[in-house]
């Protein structure tokens, strides 16, 4: 909530090396606080390559990685170039964007409260219904984003669509792996981290090549698709209950 409009404020002053040298410090003093605060956990059992080999074969898993590359890097093609959207696409003014990503922050609470909710009854629904989100807000901004109020209630509505993929996605890996949770805990964060990479270096590529909109289709593709595999898995899954 407070990290992306801070770092947006801190950077717009002072510039973008001050804004990474506070990101810095704090995480040092989080890095502290882990080891002195934090108890150590019991290990269930013991994690063997054959372990992860065999959760590399397990389908359902497979669908949430790729689940999670879609969504993360989609949103993070776009999301990396949100102020010159907001400042050259919808016409903010520069010192209302910190303002405008606290807004992105509080929905994104709201949604991930509200996924929370429903994530672990209806797991495939809960993604589904965030891949639409993520898939509506680049519609918001091509129709209805070439104005401060347009492009904030876009903006608002992809921080309530993203702020359900961390915890929609986590409870999909639970669910499919429920007897090798740290494993799938760990090819999620590895995925995760993956797509913003990569959802970043694609935004910036085709910013280069085709202009600052191109982000907003980039993400509306990827989220497409996200919805295309988890509706394929939603319907796997009630025809293999029927059978049974």
Known sequence: VLGVPLGALIGGMAGWRW???????VSALVLALHMIVLPALPVSHSTSPRHVAAQLRNRRLQIGLLLTLLLVGGHFA????????LVSGSGV???WVGALLFGYGLAGIAGNFLAGTVAARHTTRTIIAIALGLLLTPVLFLTL????????????????AYGGVSVGLMTWMMRAAPHAMEI???F????????IALGAWTGGQLVDRHGITAVLWAVGTCAALAVVVALACRLTE?????VS
């Open 188 to 195: 999620y964060v590895s995925v995760f981290n993956v797509g």
């Open 19 to 25: 804004a990474f040298g506070g990101m810095a410090i």
């Open 238 to 242: 009630t025809r293999a209950r029927v």
């Open 93 to 95: 003014a520069a010192e």
């Open 145 to 160: 984003g070439g104005t401060p109020a347009g492009g904030g209630a876009a903006l608002i509505v992809w921080g309530l």
């Open 184 to 186: 799938a805990a760990a």
């Open 78 to 85: 776009a999301f990396t170039f949100v102020r010159p959207l």
